[in-house]
Nanobody, 121 residues
C-alpha cells in the first residue's frame, strides 16, 4: 500500500525555522502534484503550498515569502522549508500527493498522518 510519512515537526520559537519532509513509499509508478496542508484547532484544513509535477509552486498568501515547497522525485519526497515562523503558523501539517500506482491508471489522492508544528510567542 502507498504510504506518506512526514517528519520534521516540533516546537520552535517565533522567528525560527523548521523543515518538514514527506516521503512516499509503497507501490508507486509516478507522482503528480504534491502539497502541504495545515489545520489548527477549530479551523478548517487549508492549503499551504502545492507543487505540480511539472509546474510552478503555489502558496497561501499568509506564507508567501516565508515558506518554500520543493520535491526530490528520485526520493519520492516533498519538503516544506518554513522560515520566520509566527504563532499563527501553529497547526497540524499534512502531506498530500496524487500518486499513480501503475502505468495507464489514473492517480489517487493520499494523505499523511500529520505532524504537529507549534510556534511559541
Amino acid at each position: 500500500q502507498v504510504q506518506l510519512v512526514e517528519s520534521g515537526g516540533g516546537l520552535v520559537q517565533a522567528g525560527g525555522s523548521l523543515r518538514l519532509s514527506c516521503a512516499a513509499s509503497g507501490s508507486i509508478f509516478s507522482i503528480g502534484a504534491m502539497a502541504w496542508y495545515r489545520q489548527a484547532p477549530g479551523e478548517q484544513r487549508e492549503l499551504v503550498a502545492a507543487l505540480p509535477s511539472g509546474g510552478s509552486a503555489n502558496y497561501a498568501d499568509s506564507v508567501k515569502g516565508r515558506f518554500t515547497i520543493s520535491r526530490d522525485n528520485a526520493k519520492n519526497t516533498v519538503y516544506l522549508q518554513m522560515n520566520s515562523l509566527k504563532a499563527e503558523d501553529t497547526a497540524v501539517y499534512y502531506c498530500n500527493a496524487d500518486i499513480h500506482v501503475a502505468r495507464f491508471v489514473r492517480s489517487a489522492n493520499y494523505w499523511g498522518q500529520g505532524t504537529q508544528v507549534t510556534v511559541s510567542s
